[in-house]
């Protein structure tokens, strides 16, 4: 079946831009997780979401960082006025709720450069 | 809060041989999920192994598998058979159980580079 898809697989904009990153979960996962991998602090957790329950941003680096996800399904991460220092690899991941030790599945991922 | 550690940054193995790739973690919970992970240079993070810390037998999954030491807060990742279509990246996370207020959001080492040559 289908993977976990991203949009896009890289974008480039400028200083001050805002941008909006997808994330196409795997059919009937109904939970989601945004991370983020950058070079000078590893994969970090950004974002969950789970079903109705209302998300935990306790990863969100800035106010600057946002994220909704419509209808139980696609999610989209917004980041306004970037920085340099968001240029990253944003990854997101879902897994389906099960009693124990669900796996997540990774999408491939969009690279973001902050010029 | 939780912590994993690779103290690898790069390690290679010549093709068909062995190598071990580790991982050291620190937590003070007794129910929690290990995972080795791996990333090409495609980005697509790719699950290589599991265990469940509550499980005592080590996970194998054909030419990998790993050495979960409990006490120690350990979780190396061996990979028997060495091939060239194993080079890539590879994380070990940690994950606690989801439920009471945890979010079961994946902690991850630093990543260890892996070479096989020919």
């Known amino acids: 079946g289908a993977g976990v898809s991203q949009s896009p697989s890289n974008k480039v904009t400028e200083k001050g831009k805002d941008v909006e990153l997808r994330c196409d979960p795997i059919?009937?996962?109904?939970?989601l997780y945004w991370y983020r991998q950058s070079l000078g602090q590893g994969l970090e957790f950004l974002i969950y979401f789970q079903g109705n329950s209302a998300p935990d941003k306790s990863g969100l680096p800035s106010d600057r960082f946002s994220a909704e996800r419509t209808g139980g399904s696609v999610s989209t991460l917004t980041i306004q006025r970037t920085q340099q220092e968001d240029s990253a690899v944003y990854l997101c991941?879902?897994?389906?709720?099960?009693?124990?030790?669900?796996?997540?599945?990774f999408g491939p991922g969009t690279r973001l450069l902050v010029l | 809060a939780q912590t994993v550690t690779q103290s690898q940054p790069e390690m290679s193995v010549q093709e068909a041989e062995t190598v071990t790739l580790s991982c050291t973690y620190d937590t003070s919970e007794s129910d929690y999920y290990l995972f080795w992970y791996k990333q090409p240079p495609s980005r697509q993070m790719i699950l290589v192994i599991r265990?469940?810390?509550?499980?005592?037998q080590n996970a194998t999954e054909n030419r990998f598998s790993v050495n979960f030491q409990k006490a120690a807060k350990s979780f190396s990742l061996k990979i028997s058979d060495s091939q060239l279509g194993d080079a890539a990246m590879y994380f070990c996370?940690?994950?606690?159980?989801?439920?009471?207020?945890?979010?079961?959001?994946?902690?991850f080492g630093q990543g260890t580079t892996l070479q096989v040559k020919p």
């Open positions: 265990q469940e810390a509550y499980k005592q």
């Open positions: 996370a940690y994950r606690s159980p989801r439920g009471s207020g945890n979010t079961g959001k994946l902690i």
């Open positions: 059919s009937g996962h109904t939970a």
């Open positions: 991941a879902s897994t389906r709720t099960s009693a124990r030790g669900e796996t997540q599945y």
